[in-house]
């Protein structure tokens, strides 16, 4: 085991565990804190890694091992060129890897326990969904293997990134002025994990902010739309395994009314709320029916 891999084993994963508490003993004195939530993150926390431990399965599997035997060279992680470059492609990839988690239905599968929470507050960040591994979205990280890194090395970096990413689920950090250009920073994060209209589908990036900026994908938290949020029908439920299943037993649900292989890779593949008649719920849609709705009202004033 690498003496990174036991610094995240041994300190950071205990470390974060005592901060959601702690946070959560604050929280709790001086508004409502949703327990019963913390304790689903936290029954999450554990599948997570007991799944990763005893079920480290892949659909994406032989093509991992196409893309080992296929890399163009070996990169060693001895200088600062070579950190620096794992670094930019890494956040470049995973800024697609966090898109297409939430714009293709079957990563969405997974990645909506996430965004279950009807609050957000550091516990919040350890609910990741325990099956990620096992949709394949690893292909979304072979690229840095192919050219050259150590696929162990590339999932400790991802698994650096979404530790940074812990503490911008806080929503009492302000905004962090110019860093706000530059950094994925909890003002952009909570606009990310909201459920209103006007911010769905924005700020994927990691610790970095900028191919959100490059993309078009940035949206800025605004004083006049205070964050829900959550999902945009809310999560209910306090089950554990409801929360884990619930997408894929929607997605079972939807394959089993398809009529046309069209509908089948529709209903896997295009983003959530999608529906072969084209009157979904995806993002799109609803954000063309709440423009009508406005028309609609401003032309019977």
Not at 67 to 95: P, Q, W
């Amino acid at each position: 085991m690498w003496s990174i891999e036991k610094f995240l084993l041994f300190v950071a994963a205990p470390t974060v565990l005592v901060l959601s508490l702690v946070e959560a003993l604050v929280l709790s004195r001086i508004q409502h804190f949703d327990w019963r939530a913390f304790g689903v993150s936290m029954f999450d926390y554990v599948l997570r890694i007991a799944v990763a431990l005893f079920l480290p399965l892949t659909i994406a599997a032989p093509l991992i091992t196409w893309t080992i035997k296929h890399r163009l060279a070996h990169i060693e992680l001895d200088s600062v060129g070579a950190v620096l470059l794992l670094f930019f492609t890494l956040e470049f990839f995973y800024y697609w890897l966090h898109r297409a988690g939430h714009r293709v239905r079957w990563f969405w599968g997974n990645h909506a326990v996430h965004h279950s929470p009807n609050q957000l507050n550091l516990s919040a960040s350890l609910r990741i969904g325990a099956f990620g591994k096992l949709t394949g979205n690893v292909v979304f990280l072979l690229p840095l293997v192919w050219i050259g890194f150590d696929l162990r090395l590339v999932v400790t970096a991802l698994t650096l990134n979404l530790l940074y990413q812990f503490w911008i689920h806080a929503t009492w950090i302000p905004r962090l002025g110019w860093l706000e250009y530059v950094l994925n920073t909890p003002s952009s994060h909570r606009v990310h994990h909201s459920a209103n209209i006007e911010y769905l589908d924005g700020n994927y990036g990691g610790v970095l902010i900028i191919f959100d900026r490059l993309f078009g994908t940035y949206l800025a938290e605004r004083d006049d739309v205070p964050c829900r949020y959550g999902l945009v029908h809310p999560m209910t439920s306090y089950n554990p395994l409801h929360v884990e299943f619930a997408q894929w037993i929607s997605l079972g649900r939807d394959l089993a009314t398809a009529r046309s292989l069209r509908a089948v890779l529709g209903y896997l593949f295009m983003p959530p709320g999608w529906s072969p008649d084209g009157n979904g719920e995806t993002t799109e849609e609803l954000r063309a029916r709440r423009v009508l709705a406005i028309e609609a009202q401003t032309s019977a004033q």
